[in-house]
């Protein structure tokens, strides 16, 4: 099994920025996909952000620009540094990965950390 830890959300003020980080660990082979994803309340969870072990990214129109990840693949952890954050980014942000593992292949959850950004 792979776990991911993430870590650094917190209360943040609009306009501030604010860094999420995210370890794996476990019987990991490869970490095909690493990304971000959030949930706010009362809505569905929707990606944030991905990064395939090569360094392609893709990222929500809504945080396009304000919003950069990235991953050290020799550390099997990824990074969402997030700036001029506004109050609707408010959320649980989870981090997730596509990661082989001694017994196949699988995605994987963190347990979440909460972003509140207040106006």
């Known amino acids: 099994q792979v776990q991911l830890v993430e870590s650094g959300g917190g209360l943040v003020q609009a306009g501030g920025s604010l860094r999420l980080s995210c370890a794996a660990s476990g019987s990991i082979v490869t970490i095909n996909v690493m990304g971000w994803y959030r949930q706010a309340p009362g809505k569905q969870r929707e990606m944030v952000a991905g990064i395939t072990n090569g360094g392609a990214t893709n990222y929500a129109d809504s945080v396009k620009g304000r919003v950069t990840i990235s991953r050290d693949n020799a550390k099997n952890t990824v990074n969402l540094q997030m700036n001029s954050l506004k109050p609707e980014d408010t959320a649980v942000y989870y981090c997730?990965?596509?990661?082989?593992?001694?017994?196949?292949?699988?995605?994987?959850w963190g347990q979440g950390a909460q972003l509140t950004v207040s106006s």
């Open positions: 997730t990965a596509d990661a082989t593992y001694f017994f196949g292949r699988s995605d994987f």
